[in-house]
């Protein structure tokens, strides 16, 4: 039996559960919000190439629209917010765009809090 659980692994891809994780940087926006147009300007080209982009890779929702499957701490008022999500619960918040200089350190605040390690490997 063993030997066939590590060939399913070896061949499928498998992984352990916490490997897994669904981990994503959820940000909600709205039609005509200066900030998160500022965001996309700023930071939304870079993300995707980072570090915290690979470990959380970006998903949007607009605010006025259906609400995604997400069990939020508290509900979401300002655009942009950028909600950590590991698991379909949230695990960190940052609301409102504070500027490129001081989104990198409060993101990665959010990681560290949540015990959320980076993916270092590409």
């Known amino acids: 039996m063993k030997l066939l ?3 399913l692994i070896a061949t ?3 992984l352990p559960l916490a490997a897994t994780a669904d981990t994503y940087l959820l940000m909600a926006e709205e039609d005509g919000c200066y900030w998160c147009a500022k965001w996309n300007e ?3 080209h870079i993300y995707p190439k980072t570090v915290e982009g690979k470990t959380a890779p970006l998903r949007r929702y607009d605010l006025h629209s259906e609400t995604p499957d997400v069990s939020f701490v508290r509900r979401v008022h ?3 917010t950028f909600i950590l999500v590991q698991d379909g619960a949230e695990v960190g918040r940052v609301e409102g765009y504070p500027g490129e200089d001081f989104f990198w350190g409060l993101l990665n605040q959010m990681f560290e809090q949540a015990r959320i390690p ?3 490997t590409g």
């Open 5 to 7: 659980g590590a060939f």
């Open 12 to 14: 499928l891809g498998w």
């Open 42 to 44: 700023e930071i939304a």
């Open 78 to 80: 300002f655009t942009p």
């Open 118 to 120: 980076l993916d270092t």
